[in-house]
């Protein structure tokens, strides 16, 4: 089937005809049951009617407080039952709407034609998936020749839909899950929340209604705002519209964040159609809005949802591209061109991820080995479920469904996890909500063991409502990128001020330049990932300032790490001096390893820069050993620097090398530690 062939039937079941015959009537004599209470409880049914038959989701919404103060007066009128019971089924919670639509068929069976047919939604909602069954099938068999075959193709989607669910609920990951509260969520839709490597901040997308207060046609909501917020001792700071340039009157929703926060990618749009924009963070200030390739932004297409790889070369996202389409909105992937000004054109993920109705959110891991994404498709429990694939042996695998507790019978979407593999954020309309959909914080407690709460995991289950599930027969497996985050301030040496630095990571292996970010000039603040099995050089630079570097050697099986650093940068002046991190001998020698030539070449450049720079190139040694080879050996070290140098092109006249031995230790020499800190290459500046 068709995706669009799909939306029509939707539109047919989801909106009741405006004819006599299709309208849900409450008689004024039938409901009438005492005088007392009657006008009032009338007028409350004439307001929530007119709000019914506007068809719109907000309307719906707003019918509920009619229609429950008129049911107070007289709750046994099957037809206000019904009524209430499908305001529930278009807004939300839609879990709600089961005891008034059982109710309604209670007292009168045939008090709608499609009354069983909304009793089974109200049942497939609230998880009865095999009675909601029952009530598909015996609508069905109620139905013309001619309106099954019109009706049959959606009902029998909800009954697969139901038999899911069945068998998803004995799949149950082991997990606490939580409201973010109404700090993040509103009575309004909020979703898409997009945090920063290590979690301590936020930007979401909310239909609450700030910027200019605009109602969107097509759904009849507010349109779609930025926000964003902070994590504050363990707890998030008011939510704040991140305002203009990024908001305005139009569509403006979340769907990319930079690992440190800095660089946002989000999506701007009227009723149909769109385009992805960037917009980075200076100071406190988001500026710089620029319009993504023009290969990832198409004509007459929507490109909603999209993240990238760790070194940001691929590009996944979620488009309703018709070339190629297995209907509806696929994900898509495209390539960063080799001279990285822009994407190549975009090719779908193929039939074993995309299905024939919508994909939704995606965010695949920074190595690019499990994509997790929403679908209505595949083996979906109802609406948008959550899905996660691994890539190997050169494929997608086929798409696994989270189950529960995470996905619900309704709409599940905007998946993301932490680096740290044990929380993750997603959007749900849930009846513990605050009002349409929600941001809940997962805490993945993982399948290895019994479950054995540590005393921060007791902590969080007092403060979150866990998920219990009876059916526990297999674990959830949830997987991740094993990842070390580094982060801290930049600031001069000498005063503490904040700077804007860049910060380069290279692998010294190859040489090649992994990820390049910048230091916030407000804060000083910077974040960085990475990945592990690598050997990192690891530089931080401004303008009239030394370089500071450093090496990290993450090996391939550790587990997500946080490493604070907190950088003084030397301004460049007579005195000023740094440690080679990065520069490399061979063991006991002095020739220099070829790892050692990517922050080499980076202090030759500064003299490209300062050409009157001269610089003091000494080698230095750990006590062991007599003063005369260390000494022989310090010096020869700086030798070879400076001979490295020369032969970039520095002139001999700038350059100075010292041998020290073991004169000026920086550390112990009685620990290997120490004795490994002592053995190094400083540059200290003579004049400039």
């Not at 479950?451 to 403060?463: C, G, H, R």
């Not at 991190?581 to 080499?600: I, P």
Request: glycine share 6%.
């Amino acid at each position: 089937m068709n995706a669009f062939k799909f939306i029509i039937i939707m539109i047919l079941f989801f909106s009741l005809s405006s004819t006599a015959q299709e309208r849900i009537s409450v008689k004024k004599k039938e409901f009438k049951v005492t005088e007392e209470g009657f006008q009032e409880a009338w007028k409350n049914v004439k307001k929530g009617n007119f709000l019914f038959y506007q068809h719109r989701q907000l309307s719906y919404r707003d019918a509920i407080p009619y229609y429950k103060d008129a049911i107070a007066y007289n709750s046994e009128n099957a037809e206000l039952n019904l009524l209430l019971s499908i305001c529930y089924l278009r807004s939300d919670p839609k879990s709600e709407s089961l005891a008034y639509a059982q109710k309604a068929v209670d007292l009168k069976e045939e008090v709608h034609h499609m009354s069983l047919f909304f009793l089974a939604r109200a049942l497939h909602y609230n998880m009865k998936f095999a009675r909601a069954i029952d009530n598909y099938d015996t609508y069905k068999e109620s139905l013309s020749a001619k309106d099954l075959e019109e009706q049959s193709p959606i009902i029998d989607k909800y009954i697969s839909e139901c038999e899911s669910g069945i068998s998803l609920k004995r799949k149950t990951a082991r997990v606490i899950i939580e409201n973010l509260g109404q700090s993040i969520n509103s009575e309004f839709d909020d979703y898409g929340s997009i945090l920063s490597a290590d979690g301590s901040s936020m930007v979401f997308t909310s239909r609450r209604g700030i910027s200019g207060d605009r109602i969107n046609l097509l759904d009849h909501k507010y349109f779609e705002d930025i926000y964003t917020s902070n994590l504050v001792r363990d707890k998030w700071e008011d939510a704040v519209n991140i305002g203009a340039p990024v908001n305005t009157d139009w569509n403006d929703a979340a769907v990319a964040l930079s690992e440190d926060g800095q660089k946002l990618i989000f999506y701007r749009g009227r009723e149909r159609d769109g385009d992805l924009l960037s917009a980075t963070l200076k100071g406190s200030q988001w500026k710089n809005i620029h319009d993504l390739s023009h290969k990832l932004n198409r004509k007459k297409s929507q490109e909603s949802s999209i993240c990238f790889n760790a070194d940001i070369t691929t590009a996944y996202f979620v488009s309703d591209i018709d070339d190629g389409s297995y209907g509806g909105k696929d994900i898509y992937y495209s390539l960063l061109s080799e001279n990285g000004k822009g994407w190549t054109k975009p090719v779908n993920l193929g039939d074993i991820i995309n299905s024939e109705y919508d994909e939704a959110s995606v965010y695949v891991t920074p190595d690019e080995k499990m994509i997790y994404f929403s679908s209505k498709g595949h083996n979906s429990m109802g609406g948008y479920d959550i899905f996660v694939s691994e890539y190997k042996y050169d494929s997608w695998s086929v798409p696994r469904n989270l189950g529960f507790p995470i996905n619900s019978p309704d709409d599940d979407f905007f998946m993301s996890i932490l680096m740290n593999g044990r929380d993750a954020y997603y959007s749900s309309s849930r009846i513990d909500g605050h009002g349409g959909f929600d941001i809940y914080h997962a805490i993945l407690l993982g399948p290895e063991k019994p479950l054995q709460l540590s005393n921060e995991d007791e902590l969080l289950a007092s403060i979150a409502v866990p998920i219990k599930e009876s059916f526990i027969e297999e674990s959830m497996q949830i997987s991740y990128t094993r990842m070390t985050i580094v982060k801290g301030s930049v600031t001069d040496y000498n005063t503490g001020k904040p700077l804007a630095a860049t910060i380069e990571l290279v692998d010294n292996k190859t040489g090649k330049l992994i990820k390049k970010a910048t230091s916030n000039e407000n804060s000083g603040s910077y974040l960085i990932s990475l990945p592990s099995g690598k050997d990192y050089g690891f530089s931080v630079n401004a303008d009239g300032y030394m370089f500071h570097s450093e090496n990290f050697v993450v090996p391939e099986a550790q587990d997500y790490k946080e490493i604070f650093k907190d950088i003084q940068l030397q301004p460049m002046t007579p005195g000023s001096k740094i440690i080679l991190h990065n520069t490399f001998f061979e063991s006991g020698k002095s020739s220099l390893r070829v790892e050692s030539y990517s922050e080499l070449n980076r202090l030759a450049k500064m003299f490209e820069k300062y050409p009157g720079l001269v610089l003091e190139i000494s080698g230095h040694t750990d006590s062991r050993g007599s003063r005369t080879v260390n000494q022989r050996l310090s010096l020869a070290r700086a030798k070879s620097v400076v001979d490295y140098l020369k032969g970039q092109g520095v002139n001999a006249a700038n350059l100075k090398a010292v041998g020290y031995n073991f004169k000026y230790p920086v550390a112990s020499n009685k620990t290997e530690e120490g004795r490994q800190e002592n053995r190094r290459v400083e540059a200290k500046v003579l004049s400039n």
